[in-house]
C-alpha cells in the first residue's frame, strides 16, 4: 500500500525541532518498512492542533495527494499528532473511508482499514476527549475556587489590580479593583450591553477615542532594551473577554483607600 506520511511539530517540540522532525520521520519510515507499505512521502506541519486536519497545510497536502491517487491513505505517528477535536478525527476518518483510503497510527498499531482497527480508533479519541475534560473540569474549578477568594488566577484582567497583602518574604496577593482602569471596563460593558453596539464597533470608537487597551504603557524587556507598550489597539477578541467575563468579578472588592504594596495593574485580557 502507498501511504504518506504526516508529521507535526508540536509548541513543546519548536526548541528542538530538527531532532523531533528527524525522530518523527524514522517512526513512520520503521513503520512502513515493518508492513511493508511504500512511503512516498512525509509531510511537515508547524501548527496548533486545534486546527482541522484538512484545513492545515501539511493537510491539505496529504488530502490533495490522497485525491490524485498518489498514496492509498497516510499514515503519523499517534493520534494526537492528526487531531484534537473527536469531531475532526471522525469525519476525516468517515472521508477516507468512503473514497477507500486508510489511516495508520504507528504507536497504537492502528489501521483504520480494518474493522477493528476503526473500533480502537474511535475509543481512542473518546478517550483522548474524557482526558481533555478532566483537565479543563479541575482547571475550572481551581479557578473558580481562587475568584471566590479574591485570589489571581493567570494574569489580571483588565480592570483589577494586584496588590500584596503580605510581605515580600511570604507574599499574600489579592486582587483589587483598578480605579484607573475599573471605571472604563464598566462602561465598555454597558455600552455593549445597554446600547448594543457590535464588538467591531465598540473597538473603533474606543479606539477613535484613544481609550488605552490592556498593556498599554506596561513596559515589555526586549533584548536588552526596554520598550513602551504605548500603541496597543482594542481588538474584538480582547472586547468579547472583558465583557464575557466581566460579571464573574463582581465579587472583586474596591481598592483600599491605603492599599498594601500594589504590584501590576490588569492588562491580561
Not at 36 to 44: G, S
Not at 143 to 165: D, I
Not at 210 to 236: D, F, I
Request: charged share 30%.
Amino acid at each position: 500500500m502507498r501511504l504518506i506520511g504526516y508529521v507535526r511539530v508540536s509548541t513543546e517540540d519548536q526548541a528542538d525541532r530538527g531532532r523531533a522532525v528527524a525522530f518523527y520521520r524514522q517512526q513512520v519510515k520503521q513503520y512502513c518498512a515493518l508492513y511493508d507499505h511504500d512511503l512516498i512521502d512525509v509531510v511537515v506541519d508547524d501548527i496548533s492542533g486545534g486546527v482541522r486536519f484538512f484545513d492545515r497545510p501539511g493537510g491539505g497536502q496529504v488530502k490533495a495527494a490522497l485525491l490524485s491517487g498518489q498514496a492509498d491513505g497516510f499514515v503519523a505517528c499517534d493520534l494526537e499528532r492528526c487531531f484534537r477535536e473527536t469531531r475532526d478525527g471522525l469525519d476525516t476518518v468517515d472521508w477516507l473511508e468512503g473514497r477507500g483510503l486508510e489511516l495508520h497510527l504507528v504507536e497504537d498499531r492502528i489501521d483504520t482499514g480494518d474493522p477493528d482497527g476503526y473500533f480502537f480508533f474511535t475509543i481512542k479519541l473518546a478517550a483522548a476527549k474524557r482526558e481533555r475534560h478532566k483537565i479543563q473540569h479541575r482547571t475550572r474549578r481551581v479557578m473558580r475556587g481562587l475568584r471566590e477568594q479574591a485570589k489571581p488566577w493567570g494574569h489580571p484582567p483588565y480592570g483589577t489590580r494586584l496588590v500584596n497583602a503580605g510581605t515580600d518574604e511570604d507574599p499574600d496577593w489579592l486582587l483589587y479593583r483598578d480605579p484607573d482602569t475599573w471605571p472604563m471596563r464598566e462602561r465598555i460593558v454597558a455600552l455593549k450591553e445597554s446600547e448594543g453596539l457590535s464588538y467591531r464597533k465598540l473597538a473603533e470608537k474606543l479606539n477613535r477615542d484613544r481609550v488605552p487597551a490592556p498593556g498599554a504603557g506596561q513596559a515589555r524587556k526586549r533584548g536588552q532594551r526596554t520598550t513602551t507598550l504605548s500603541g496597543r489597539l482594542w481588538h474584538v477578541s480582547t472586547l468579547q473577554r472583558v465583557v464575557k467575563g466581566h460579571h464573574d468579578l463582581d465579587h472583586i472588592p474596591a481598592l483600599p483607600a491605603a492599599p498594601e504594596t500594589a504590584v501590576s495593574s490588569g492588562g491580561g485580557e
